[in-house]
């Protein structure tokens, strides 16, 4: 995998920004570092059941991609979505006491790491499934368009999403539609521990949406102004032209699959390129370099994200757990008669 953007590219981005602006997205980079640090800190002290996959490496992706929209706009993801629920503006308190399966949590300790859900921020899950929110996706853009809203829904997905019948026949309708949703593949180059090579007859992911006539582009995925210029450019388009889009973003994993994953299927030479282009590193550099931060200054900024992923933990730890007796209160959305709410334990009659 290579970058499809200059490293001056960044700098020269970063030259015409306001040195606010700069320091905002470098903070949220490094809060969604840091409480992915301690999400996968709390999977290992068995505080976080289930499954946990990180946003570690992909911090630049997602900010970029959530500074593009509207508090209003949709969000569907994948189950690597901690970094993408707190960009969204779901507070990391919340959050973490989902992974901790704490009633306070976004799904009230139901949902766990995969299945953020959070109708006042509009992200809409979280999805276990792989491609299961491609389609759901597709129906609220239609929603939005059936009701005249100028509202638009970002889809986001990996790279291995991209070969199943779900991501065709969703992109096939929303062109057909003109649907206002944006696809965005996160290309770390590894569908679990299979590369894009191995497994796609055409490696540059972008290139499907010709087979719909619709936009796309790729980006580097470690340029957090470059990802958002460019959603930003199809996300408008999407909203006031009925242009769908598919937006590839090329980043790195630095870690495995999910929290358990050792990675072993990667070289050695392929880790190293991957912590050369950690997005915060070369972030930092930039912001430097053009005078919008100092080294005290980006310390603050990085104590002050510590401070906060510390509070998430601190705050998930003290929740509580789900009473029991709630645990059918979700099976479904209306009552259903007979419906049966025995626990194991519980006498058959």
Not at 50 to 79: I, K, Q, S, W
Not at 88 to 113: D, H
Not at 232 to 246: M, N, S
Not at 269 to 274: C, K, Q, R
Request: charge should be negative; aromatic fraction near 8%; proline fraction near 4%.
């Amino acid at each position: 995998m290579t970058d499809t953007i200059d490293r001056t590219t960044l700098l020269s981005n970063a030259s015409g920004e306001e040195p606010e602006t700069l320091c905002s997205y470098y903070r949220q980079m490094v809060l969604i570092r840091r409480f992915e640090e301690r999400a996968a800190q709390g999977y290992t002290q068995a505080k976080v059941g289930g499954y946990c996959h990180l946003n570690l490496g992909e911090e630049a992706t997602v900010v970029g991609l959530m500074a593009a929209l509207r508090p209003t706009d949709y969000l569907f993801t994948n189950y690597r979505e901690h970094g993408y629920a707190i960009a969204k503006g779901i507070e990391p308190n919340r959050v973490m006491a989902e992974l901790y399966g704490r009633s306070t949590g976004t799904s009230k300790g139901w949902g766990g790491s995969m299945h953020m859900y959070d109708t006042g921020t509009r992200l809409l899950g979280g999805y276990g499934i792989v491609g299961g929110q491609l389609p759901l996706a597709v129906g609220a853009a239609l929603a939005i368009d059936y009701r005249g809203g100028d509202d638009m829904v970002m889809c986001q997905m990996g790279d291995g999403t991209t070969n199943i019948g779900a991501f065709h026949e969703s992109l096939n309708l929303a062109a057909l539609w003109r649907l206002p949703v944006v696809f965005v593949v996160i290309n770390n180059n590894l569908g679990m521990g299979t590369t894009v090579e191995k497994a796609s007859a055409e490696p540059e992911l972008h290139k499907r949406a010709a087979a719909y006539r619709m936009t796309g582009e790729r980006v580097d995925g470690t340029d957090v102004l470059a990802v958002r210029d460019a959603a930003r450019r199809l996300v408008e388009a999407a909203r006031t032209e009925g242009k769908p889009a598919l937006l590839e973003a090329v980043s790195h994993r630095l870690k495995g699959h999910s929290v358990v994953d050792p990675a072993k299927y990667r070289s050695e030479t392929e880790v190293a390129a991957a912590h050369q282009a950690d997005p915060l590193t070369l972030f930092k550099e930039t912001l430097l370099r053009v005078g919008a931060v100092d080294e005290d200054g980006a310390a603050a900024l990085e104590e002050s994200a510590q401070q906060e992923a510390d509070a998430a933990v601190a705050f998930a730890d003290s929740s509580p757990h789900p009473e029991v007796s709630t645990l059918f209160d979700y099976t479904y959305a209306t009552p259903v008669p007979g419906e049966s709410r025995r626990l194991p334990a519980d006498p058959l009659f």
